[in-house]
Structures are given as structure tokens and as C-alpha cells.
């Protein structure tokens, strides 16, 4: 249970942080920190397990059947590792974000993303399924979408985010498809058989296919070449950001999960030439950029980059000591680079720039932020005594023993040093340029040093640089060997940490990489041709404008088949549908044996006389469509009454009741739609003939529409009269009262067999009323207008313009009047008994005809009579109506039945059952199927409402006064004026 806590303790703190008040910052970094330190503890004690190389599980049933999916989580040493940096990482950043943060930002928004990205990240980490690891992997681009976004008003930020969630959400579905394909080859989902399974997966013909794959999930998500180019334009995220998810965690993901697949996927050459080969190009190419870089935060992030290429080149080489380099070296660069993040910010935050060329010789003004940065960077840069060398020493001494021939043999470690000497540069210019010189002169604001607490976190971090790069084998050794251990088990090589190996060539290269780096930058600092910014000889390669041109061309492509595909018309939109809908359905009949028809049914006249009836109906509404839209929604409400009255015919009294109340709703809805569609454009000769075109299309339409109803009517007929046993009808009818505990079948496999689809429509419901309510919106009164007239006046009187455009309304114009007031009583007296009624179908759905959406329903059509009758300001000023609330509670209340399973290790949406004894009563039957049918209830509900509020407020304001052309979509003065 401890796994359990660990991952979704920051969700659920997320969910308490956006709920509480925007200035209660203390609250919300009291309540982030908790958490953070709380996980922090949870991972600290399973290391006496995990240390011991065992592996802590907990797995619960997910997706059972033949895929056999569990929810898996899975502690080893390598999980550990990564589980406590993120959570360690988390309490330091949330210490600092409480002081970078300023009152005016909206601080709940920013912990509750971080604590979504938080549990995000740990439950990539912990993950012991691939199908769910890919989940999580999504989730992490997501909520750093949103962290990257947080200042939404900066276009920077919102160009930056969006690039951010392209690229790694492609490259997630890339390694969504890789993760199936390798699930397919070994048989298993499960992290630990796939891990056990190398052998078979490398030899498989899909190797490389899965292998591309996978890699282009990691290499974008760690921001390799050539998609490295996103993460220098995330920087527009708060500096707390940059310092958790752009150096220590997010980043970091798709290397955790190379070093993750190493036993199933090293080891070959295509391995070593895909993963290998990215790795030093980012290696070199990120180095180089950084050093002309005049943004700090731009400097640090294309040193994440290169570092990040450091790590991907250990993992390619196919070396077991490689993979124990590339591990290590993941903790250091999370310390210094987390802490250089931190003092960029710092510099930012009190000095209200980051732009190196404005800065010089703040170490006077700013003297212990300057001690932390020069630590930092000089770890960064593989200074002795601090913990980057050591990694970098391991990097050096695995180029030079790579053997992949004399080429590689000799040109690894040049590169290798080459990109050393880069890192040396910029990190010696980061610090001289910024911290020493002159003091500068023309800054926004006097530099001086922060809060103590803000300097907190990164003078912990710098004093880990300092532990870990002195007493390596003491401090960082214990963890990093049972993190390569749960790796490569009995692989594991043999190394020594120490700071001193003797003098031999990759000392020789560190101290080259050193004196190269210093020489470096005081050629550059001569070198007046060189443009500040600019990068020279690759500043033509701009990944940026590559990507936006390549956004513009799926724009142009995307509107180039929306032009040829879409029309202003809905007939050619439906035609289109139909048509295609018709073709999908007829090519599986096409090869036979799907029918066995039973043409001896005996025709029942009331039956036929029904249809005729609703027949009728249809055609009628389809001719009056032109002329009269009243009528055409009153006849296509008959042959609705028509199919309603079929279902109980055939014994489906849920379906009739469903279907009955679906057409009382949807005729009510569409007529305050109605009001405010535009007048009709009348013909201006209605005896005119007919021209040859008209006549061809509606031709058409008549073939298609006979052709689609016929092939529903001949499928409709076929399942009706198939022998009895036959499809999966017996499977339902059998298994609903033992397995279903439910006497309503149709019930049952709404709420129980086929609860996931429910459990997505009711969402796709709320997704459509909230988008009608967002869209409607903007054609609304303002509310004063319909309550408040002197604030009206008021704001009439700052703005003239708006008492000239609406006279201001009568508050009581849609109050009851004369003989209306009778059906407004009776409508009032009618609402408890409607409640009760929709509460009765909602609590005998189970066992007889009814349910959460049939209660739903007719708990909507009690608030639109009230509606219809009262007004709706009467309504609204009498009732506390919060659709958006019951919306987002029915969505809560069916999620929190369906996961409910989980605690009692059941798979998703199963139904948990309780027999309760209650005195004189007898035994109390409950499911948690109720709560789910509860939940649906109260999103129809909502939903309905909610799209009722949007038309009603539009139709009233129509009835006031016609607002101006422009308040009306251009689409709606199309010659669809028919519709």
C-alpha cells in the first residue's frame, strides 16, 4: 500500500490546492511541500528492501480477459532512485516557487499542475505495465503543457507550450505503438516479463521497427537531436519550472527510460548507431549553442541538452559500465543544473533581467547567490572535487574503450573532449559574465540577494555537489549500485568511485577538456565578429522556424481538405456521412452468411398502421422543412413517438421510456433554438421550375436516404427474427442477475458489462453542453442587464455607447402575468413530484424499466417547464441552478464508482456488493452501481440544463431586442437558412 500512497498522494493534492483561495500561497506551499516530503519518506523507508535487491509490488486487476492488463506498480533500486529525486527535487522546488512566485499570479493553478505533474512523473517511474506506463508518459506532457503555459498572457509561453506537447505527444504515440508491438512480441504487458524476455525481442523481425519506435518516444521527451530545439523555447515557463521539469524530472524521463528497456533493447548495432548516434549529436551541437547564448536561462538549456546527449551516448555504447555512467551522471547533472535553474531565477527575480549582455559584477550585491552559482557551474563543468567530474571521468573512460572501429575508436573521445571543452566555456562565461566585472549600471531593479529561504535550496543542492564529488563512494555509491543492480542484475561490472584513479587518459582529457575551455573563451571574448545570440555556422538551422513552418503546412493541408470535404450546407455534411457510414456497414456483409432470415413473420395491422403513421410523420417533416419550422419539428417529434411506441411493442420498455423522454427534451431545446436562428430567406418566385441541378441532387438524396433506411430496416429484421441462441443476446439474459445482480438486463449492461462505454459517453455529454454553453455565451445579456438596472446605469454612464445599444430591460417583463399565473403554480407543484418520480426511476433502474439517464431526464424536463412557464429571470432568481457543478459531481461520482473496484483488487468497474442488515426493514441490498447510475444521473441533469441556460438567455435577449449582425456567426446567414 505504500506504492499506492506514494503515487497518488500529489493527485490528490492537486485536487485540495485548485480548490483553495488564491491568496493563501503559505497554504498551498505548506500543503505541496507535505506532500512532497510525505512521498519523500514513503520512497526512504522501502529502501531496506529494495537495497537488498528485491523488487516491491502491487498489482490489482485492470483490464482482465484476453488482454490481461493489471495495474502494476513496481519499486526496485532504479525506480527508488528516480522516486526519491522527483520527490526530494518536488519539496525544494515548491520551497523556492513560494518566494519566486509573485501574490499576483494565480498560485493554486501553478501547485495544483505541479503536483499533477509530480504524481505524473512518479507513476512513470513506478509503473510495472507497459499500457499504463504509457499513460502516465502522456500525463507528464500534458500537465508540463500547462506548467509551461502558466503565464498564458505571454505569447512566448504559449508558442513554447504548444511546441512542447507536439513533440513529445508524437513522440508518445510513437511509444505507445513500440510499447504494443513489444507487448505483442513477448506475450506480456508486464514490465518484468518483457525485461526477462531480451533475447527474444532482439532476435524477433520487429526489432528494429520497435526499436525506432521506442526511441522516438524517449529521444523527443529528453529533447535529442533533432528534436532538441523544443526546450529552449519552454524557458518562457517560471524559473520553478524550469528548475524541476527541464533538469531534473521531466527530461530526465526518456533517458530513465532507456537505462529502463537497456536489457531488452542494447546490445546490438542498431542499438548503438540510433541511440549512440543521437546522443553525440546532441552532445556536440548543445554544447556548442550554449555558449552564445545571451539569455541565462537559454545557456542552461542548451547545456540541458547537451548534458542529456551525454547521458543518451553512455546508454548507446552498449558498455554495462556505460549504463552505470549514464545513471550516475543522471543525479548529478539533477543537482547542479536544478541549483544554476534556481540562481538564474534568482538573478531574474531581483534584478528583473536574465540578459547576460546587461549584467556584470553582481557577486558584490549579490554575494551568496554568486557563491552557489560558481559551485554549481563548476561542477557543471567537470571541476575536481565536485560530483560532475566524477560522472564525466566514467563518460571519458567509456569513449575510449568503445570498439566499433578505428573511425569511432579515435573520433569518440576527440568529440567527447571537444564537447567537454564547450561545456567548460559556457560555464565559465555563465558565471564571469554575470557575477564578475563592473557592477552594471542600467538593470530594472538594484540587485540584492533574496529571501534566506529562496537561497535554501540551492545551497543544498551545491552542498550535494560538494558530498557527493568528495565522498562518492560513501554517500551516492550504496544507492547507484542497487539502482545498475536491479538493472543488470548478475551483469552488474565492478567499478570504484573515488576522486583519484591515477594519472591516466581520461584525466588527461578532463584536464585538456579544462585549459581547451578557458583558451575557448578568451578567443571568443576577442572575436568582435561574433553576433551576441547568434551561433555561428548552425544559427540557419532554426528548429523553431521549422517547426511552425511545417504547423503552417498541416494548416494549409488541413484547410485544403476542409475545403474540398466540408460545406456551409449540414445536407452535403450528412450526405458525406451517410454515404461513407452505409459503404463501412455494407463491406463486411459482402462476403456472406451474416443473415439468416425468417420471411414467415405475419404482419400485425395495428403494427403496420403505427409505422404508416410515423412514416407519414417523417416525409411530412421533411416537406415542410422549407416552409414551416414549427411544424417540421412537430411531425419529426411524431415519427420520434412512433419509434418510442415500437420499443414497448417489442418489449423494450427502458428503451421506449428513454426514447419518450430524449423527444420531450430535445423538442424543447430545439425550439428555443429556433428562436434565434435568422429569418428565412423566402424564393422570390415559388412557382419557378425546378432547374435540372435541383432536380439531380434531390434525386440523389432520395436514392441515399431510401438506400440507408432500407439497409437499417433488412439489419433491424435480421437480428429480430435470428434463431434463438444466436449473438451475444443469451450471454446478457444469462449472466446479468448472478454476475450483474441486476434483473434488468438492459440496465445491467449499461452500468456493468459495458460500463466504459457509458462511463465515456456521460463524459462526451458534458464535453457538448459545456461547448454550447461556451459558445452561446458571448451572445448573453450581461447579467445586470436582466437584475441589476443601476449598475447598468452605472456602467452606461463609463460607457455611452452601451445605453444607446439595448434600453435597458424591465426586470419583471418575464414574470407571470394575468392568465398565465395558473400553469406557473401548477408547474411549481409539479417540480417535488417530478423529483420524486426521477428519483424512483433512478432507484428501481437496476432491477426494473428506468435508470440513472431515464431519472436524469425527466428531472431536466421538471426545470424546463419552470422554465417554459416562469421565464428566466423568474427562474433564475428563484432557484440556485449550478449545471457546471452537477456536471463535474456526476462525473466524480461514476469515476469514484468505477475505481472503487480497486480496493478490494478488482478490475475497473466492477460492481462491489453489500448486504446490509437494517432492524424491522430487513437485509439492505447496495452496489456501488448505484452510485454510478447516480452519477449519470446528476451529468444529464447538468448537461441539459446547462444547454437550456445557453438557448433560453439567447432567446430571451432575441425577444428584447435583435442584437447587431456581427453578435451573429457569419454561418448562420448562409443559404442554410433552411435548417
Not at 625 to 652: I, M, Q, V
Not at 723 to 731: L, N, T
Not at 798 to 807: D, F, G, H, I
Not at 905 to 913: K, N
Amino acid at each position: 500500500m505504500s506504492l499506492i500512497l506514494i503515487l497518488i498522494l500529489p493527485f490528490i493534492g492537486s485536487l485540495i490546492a485548485v480548490a483553495l483561495p488564491s491568496n493563501a500561497r503559505n497554504i498551498e506551499a505548506w500543503l505541496s511541500g507535505i506532500i512532497a516530503l510525505s512521498c519523500a519518506v514513503l520512497t526512504a523507508l522501502q529502501y531496506p528492501v529494495v537495497a537488498q535487491g528485491e523488487v516491491i509490488q502491487y498489482s490489482t486487476a485492470w483490464i482482465p480477459g484476453a488482454l490481461s492488463i493489471d495495474f502494476n506498480l513496481r519499486m526496485d533500486g532504479y525506480a527508488w532512485l528516480f522516486s526519491m529525486l522527483i520527490a526530494l527535487m518536488g519539496a525544494l522546488i515548491v520551497l523556492y516557487a513560494r518566494y519566486y512566485l509573485s501574490p499576483q499570479d494565480p498560485v493554486p493553478r501553478f501547485f495544483s499542475f505541479f503536483l499533477l505533474f509530480m504524481g505524473s512523473m512518479l507513476g512513470v517511474v513506478l509503473s510495472g505495465n507497459l499500457v499504463q506506463l504509457v499513460i502516465f508518459w502522456e500525463l507528464t506532457s500534458l500537465t508540463s503543457f500547462m506548467l509551461i503555459a502558466y503565464w498564458n498572457h505571454r505569447l512566448d509561453a504559449r508558442r513554447g507550450a504548444r511546441m512542447s506537447l507536439t513533440i513529445t505527444g508524437g513522440g508518445g504515440l510513437c511509444l505507445l505503438a513500440g510499447v504494443l508491438m513489444l507487448g505483442h512480441v513477448v506475450g506480456s504487458y508486464d514490465l518484468d516479463i518483457v525485461l526477462a524476455s531480451g533475447d527474444l525481442v532482439r532476435e524477433h523481425p520487429w526489432y528494429t521497427t520497435i526499436l525506432v519506435l521506442i526511441a522516438l518516444g524517449t529521444l523527443t521527451k529528453s529533447a535529442q537531436f533533432p528534436f532538441h530545439f523544443w526546450l529552449p523555447n519552454a524557458m518562457a515557463a517560471p524559473t520553478p519550472v524550469s528548475a524541476y521539469l527541464h533538469s531534473a524530472t521531466m527530461v530526465k524521463a526518456g533517458v530513465f527510460l532507456l537505462a529502463r528497456f537497456w536489457p531488452v533493447l542494447a546490445g546490438t548495432d542498431e542499438w548503438f548507431y540510433i541511440i549512440g548516434g543521437a546522443g553525440l549529436c546532441t552532445l556536440v551541437l548543445g554544447a556548442y549553442a550554449a555558449i552564445f547564448q545571451q539569455d541565462m536561462k537559454g545557456v542552461l538549456a542548451y547545456s540541458t541538452i547537451s548534458h542529456l546527449g551525454l547521458i543518451t551516448l553512455l546508454l548507446g555504447l552498449n558498455s554495462t559500465l556505460g549504463l552505470v555512467a549514464a545513471i550516475f551522471h543522471m543525479m548529478n547533472h539533477a543537482t547542479f543544473k536544478a541549483s544554476l535553474f534556481m540562481a538564474a531565477g534568482i538573478v531574474d527575480h531581483e534584478t528583473g533581467t536574465r540578459d547576460m549582455g546587461r549584467l556584470s559584477g553582481l557577486r558584490k550585491a549579490m554575494p551568496i547567490t554568486a557563491t552557489l552559482a560558481v559551485v554549481s557551474a563548476a561542477s557543471m563543468a567537470g571541476v575536481p572535487l565536485l560530483n560532475g567530474f566524477l560522472s564525466k571521468e566514467m563518460f571519458f573512460a567509456e569513449t575510449v574503450l568503445t570498439g566499433h572501429g578505428p573511425i569511432i575508436e579515435s573520433g569518440l573521445p576527440l568529440m567527447a573532449v571537444a564537447a567537454s571543452t564547450f561545456s567548460v566555456t559556457y560555464s565559465l562565461r555563465f558565471v564571469l559574465q554575470v557575477f564578475f566585472g563592473p557592477p552594471a549600471t542600467d538593470l530594472p531593479r538594484a540587485p540584492h540577494e533574496p529571501p534566506f529561504w529562496m537561497l535554501v535550496p540551492s545551497g543544498l543542492l551545491v552542498l550535494t555537489c560538494l558530498v557527493v564529488g568528495i565522498l562518492p563512494k560513501f554517500t551516492l555509491g550504496p544507492l547507484l549500485e542497487s539502482a545498475a543492480f536491479s538493472i543488470l542484475g548478475d551483469a552488474t561490472p565492478h567499478y570504484d568511485l573515488k576522486i583519484w584513479h591515477g594519472f591516466n587518459l581520461p584525466l588527461v582529457m578532463s584536464l585538456t577538456a579544462l585549459a581547451g575551455g578557458i583558451l575557448l573563451l578568451h578567443l571568443l571574448r576577442h572575436q568582435n565578429h561574433v553576433r551576441p545570440g547568434v551561433a555561428p555556422f548552425i544559427y540557419r538551422f532554426d528548429g523553431r522556424r521549422s517547426f511552425e513552418l511545417f504547423m503552417e503546412g498541416v494548416d494549409a493541408l488541413s484547410a485544403s481538405l476542409l475545403n474540398r470535404l466540408y460545406s456551409s450546407g449540414l445536407q452535403r455534411q450528412l450526405l458525406i456521412v451517410t454515404v461513407a457510414t452505409f459503404v463501412v456497414a455494407l463491406l463486411p456483409l459482402t462476403r456472406g452468411g451474416w443473415f439468416t432470415f425468417s420471411l414467415g413473420t405475419p404482419v400485425n395491422f395495428f403494427f403496420l398502421t403505427l409505422w404508416l403513421a410515423g412514416a407519414a410523420c417523417a416525409i411530412g417533416a421533411a416537406r415542410q422543412a422549407k416552409f414551416h419550422r414549427l411544424a417540421t419539428l412537430a411531425l419529426s417529434g411524431g415519427a420520434g413517438l412512433a419509434t418510442a411506441l415500437t420499443f414497448a411493442w417489442f418489449s423494450a420498455p427502458d428503451l421506449a421510456l428513454t426514447q419518450l423522454a430524449v423527444e420531450v427534451v430535445t423538442v424543447v431545446l430545439i425550439l428555443l433554438g429556433l428562436r434565434w436562428l435568422p429569418p428565412r430567406i423566402e424564393a422570390t418566385d415559388a412557382s419557378a421550375p425546378l432547374n435540372a441541378r435541383t432536380i439531380t441532387r434531390r434525386s440523389r438524396d432520395l436514392v441515399v436516404a431510401i438506400l440507408a433506411g432500407a439497409g437499417m430496416s433488412v439489419l433491424a429484421y435480421a437480428v429480430l427474427t435470428r434463431p434463438a441462441g444466436e449473438g451475444i443476446a443469451e450471454f446478457f439474459l444469462r449472466n446479468a442477475l448472478p454476475e450483474g445482480h441486476g434483473s434488468n438486463v438492459v440496465n445491467v449492461i449499461l452500468v456493468d458489462f459495458r460500463g466504459f462505454d457509458t462511463l465515456g459517453e456521460i463524459t462526451v455529454l458534458g464535453i457538448v453542453a459545456l461547448t454550447v454553453y461556451a459558445l452561446l455565451r458571448r451572445f448573453r445579456p450581461p447579467p445586470e442587464s436582466v437584475k441589476d438596472g443601476p449598475l447598468r446605469r452605472q456602467q452606461g454612464a463609463n460607457n455611452p455607447s452601451l445605453n444607446q445599444q439595448e434600453p435597458e430591460p424591465d426586470p419583471e417583463a418575464d414574470l407571470p402575468r394575468g392568465n398565465m399565473q395558473a400553469p406557473a403554480v401548477l408547474a411549481r407543484l409539479l417540480l417535488p413530484i417530478a423529483v420524486m418520480v426521477s428519483l424512483f426511476f433512478l432507484l428501481r433502474g437496476h432491477n426494473l424499466p428506468g435508470g440513472g439517464f431515464v431519472g436524469g431526464l425527466i428531472m431536466a424536463m421538471a426545470i424546463i417547464l419552470q422554465y417554459i412557464v416562469g421565464g428566466v429571470v423568474w427562474v433564475e432568481s428563484r432557484q440556485s441552478i449550478r449545471p457546471q457543478k452537477w456536471i463535474a459531481l456526476g462525473l466524480i461520482l461514476a469515476g469514484t464508482a468505477a475505481v472503487s473496484a480497486w480496493v478490494v483488487a478488482r478490475p475497473f468497474l466492477s460492481a462491489l456488493v453489500w448486504d446490509i442488515p437494517v432492524p424491522v426493514v430487513g437485509t439492505l441490498h447496495l452496489s456501488s452501481v448505484l452510485f454510478f447510475d447516480l452519477g449519470v444521473y446528476m451529468l444529464v441533469v447538468g448537461a441539459t440544463v446547462l444547454i437550456l441556460v445557453a438557448l433560453a438567455h439567447q432567446s430571451l435577449r432575441f425577444r428584447r431586442k435583435t442584437p447587431p449582425a456581427e453578435a451573429i456567426p457569419a454561418a448562420t446567414y448562409s443559404n442554410s437558412g433552411a435548417s
